[in-house]
Every structure is written in C-alpha cells, then in structure tokens.
C-alpha cells in the first residue's frame, strides 16, 4: 500500500476511448496525481544515477582540500558520465505518460538507459560541466566576488535560460530519433529558437520549482523532504508540457508509434487466426 503501490492501471470503468486529452494546467495536475508513484520513482532513479558525481563536487573539495578542487572537478565530470543516458530515460518515460502508454518504470527506465548511455554520455557530462560552473559562478556573485558587476549577473543569466530551452529538446531527439550527435544539436538549436515562446515557457516553468526554492530560502528547507522525491520529475514534466507538443509535430512520434501498434495487433490477430484455424483443422 502508499505512494509506491497505487495501481491506477486495474481495471475499471475507465475512460471512453476518443475523450480529448486534457490540456494546460488540468493535464498537468491529472498526470501529477495520476502518475504520483512513478514520479518519485522516476526521481529516485535519476538520484541514485547523479549521486556519484554530485558527492564528488561537493563533498571532494573537503577530501581533498581546496588546493585539488581542480582535481576534484575534473573526477566530478568523469564520474557523470551516466548523467545522459539518465536524462534521455527520464524524458522518454515522462513523455511516455504524457502519452498515456501505460508501462513499468524499472524496466523503461533501464531499457532507455542501456540504449542510450554511451551515445549521450558526453552531452551529459557537458551539461553537468556547465551547471557545476553556473553553481561556482553563482557563489562567487554572492559572495561579492562579481556581485557588483551586472554583465556578468546577465551573461549568466541568459545563458542559463539557452540552456534550458536547448537541452530538453536534446535529450528528446537522443530518446526517440536516430541522429548523429551534430545534427541533434542543430535541430534542438533550430527548434527551441523556431518555437521560441513554448521553449522559453519550458525552460522557464521547468526551473520555476528552483527558483522558488533559492528565493524563499531558508524556509524553503522545510519542503526539501518533498523536493527529494518530486523535484526533478515535476521539472521535466512541466518543461514537456510545453515542448512535447511541437517536437511530436515535427517528428510524428505518436502517429509513428500508433501505427506501429496496429500493425504489431493486426500480426497477432492473424496469428491467432491461424493457430485457430490450424487447431480445427
């Protein structure tokens, strides 16, 4: 019983087969409480992933002292390398409820990890390389190291907002499209400038949840049991909600996927009637 063990997918009256799906903030809250359990899942997952190089770039400059924190960093960014291969199969699962295509976590979560890993694997340890130097930068700002200096509060600034409209959509093409890694980055470059004001709300929505964090601290602290288990899932899930809809335009994914289904079923049915047929026989 709990969070864990809730199993919205048993039979029941269910829900007539061409009700329009939901949209805007009802969508959201209905995937929220429907797919509750899976979130936490989800954000366990991609804890236990990030762990390694998380407690080495925080907790190494205390091993090793200040003097090897280049040693440290350098150690942090080799130990992400499972970073990528975590975010593509956080994407993917999160898009795959989006879709409504019911599944089980563990297994998706490592099949898209085992698929992805090593082709993802450098754009995850860039992308842990650049929030480990915005976290450096950052406190150096705040400690008043470039505090006085607004160009670099903007440069920072706007290159976290490019980041975040940029690297969903990466991660994205990694989960459902067979690209090279250039042309990945030139359509995610393309398109989250091509679809500028759904990439801008992802990115924005999707970091809202830390932002509101670093304001309100310290009183933010006190939700920080309830960020462990969802924070990173609702990130994603509300940067999806804006930016599913225009890739899925793009690439046809869930028409793709959909016909792939009928043809899988119409092989099955003809199966079926063959070994029918053959056991009258």
């Known amino acids: 019983m709990g969070l864990f063990s809730r199993n919205f997918n048993r039979p029941g009256p269910g829900v007539p087969k061409d009700t329009p799906r939901k949209k805007g903030g009802a969508r959201f809250v209905e995937l929220l409480f429907r797919d509750m359990g899976d979130l936490a899942k989800l954000n366990i997952l991609f804890t236990l992933c990030i762990l390694p190089t998380t407690l080495m ?47 089980y976590v563990w297994f998706e979560f490592k099949r898209k ?18 929030i480990y130097t915005q976290i450096i930068l950052w406190a150096e700002m705040i400690a008043g190291g470039a505090g006085g ?48 004001p759904r990439s801008f709300m992802g990115a924005l929505q999707g970091g809202l949840i830390w932002i509101a964090f670093v304001l309100f601290l310290p009183l933010s ?25 225009p890739f899925d335009k793009y690439f046809k994914v869930e028409e793709t996927l959909t016909e792939r289904m009928e043809e899988t079923d119409e092989v099955k049915e003809d199966s079926d009637r063959k070994t029918e047929n053959e056991t009258s026989s």
């Open 57 to 103: 770039f925080f907790g190494g400059p205390a091993i090793f002292g200040f003097e090897g924190f280049i040693f440290t960093f350098l150690l942090s960014l080799i130990l992400a390398f499972p970073v990528g291969g975590a975010l593509v199969a956080y994407v993917y699962y999160i898009t795959k409820m989006m879709r409504d295509d019911p599944s």
């Open 113 to 130: 990890f085992l698929e992805n890993y090593k082709q993802s694997a450098l754009t995850g340890i860039l992308c842990t390389a650049f």
């Open 149 to 196: 200096d607004i160009i670099w509060f903007l440069i920072a600034l706007l290159s976290i907002l490019i980041f975040g409209m940029i690297t969903p959509y990466i991660f994205l093409h990694f989960a459902y499209v067979d690209l090279g890694a250039f042309r990945i980055i030139k359509n995610s470059v393309l398109m989250s400038f091509g679809y500028l």
């Open 221 to 245: 602290l006190i939700f920080l049991p309830v960020l462990a288990f969802f924070a990173v899932s609702v990130s994603i899930l509300l940067c999806m909600m804006w930016i599913w809809s």
